[in-house]
């Protein structure tokens, strides 16, 4: 069992910056990749971001490339989302997630190929 914890959300004004953590817990060795995913009041949880664990290889949802960058530190067990320029679309809890399993790591998008998800920290921009 591993257990992710996120921090670094808040208010930012638009065009604003933002780095989120995300420190992994437990069964750290089980962690084939992370990713950063964002739900907003109304809409279905969003892919951003994925890192491989071991690699640091990325994988981004076009809507954010460019913009956001994930990035991971394995001594600290800890992956991050920073965020720049940062839009009156953005706001929304974002949550990171684990991808176990496999011999190789492979970009996944989908909110179903993650199985342990922290609690998620609130994101809010003004305009």
Partial sequence: ?????????????????????????????????????RQAPGKEREFLAAVSWSTGRTDYAGSVEGRFTISRDNAKNCAYLQMNNLKPEDPAVYYCARQSGGTFWFPKRTAGDYDSWGQGTQVTVSS
């Fill in 1 to 37: 069992q591993v257990q992710l914890a996120e921090s670094g959300g808040g208010l930012v004004q638009a065009g604003g910056s933002l780095r989120l953590s995300c420190v992994a817990s437990g069964r750290t060795d089980s962690i084939r990749g992370m990713g950063w995913f």
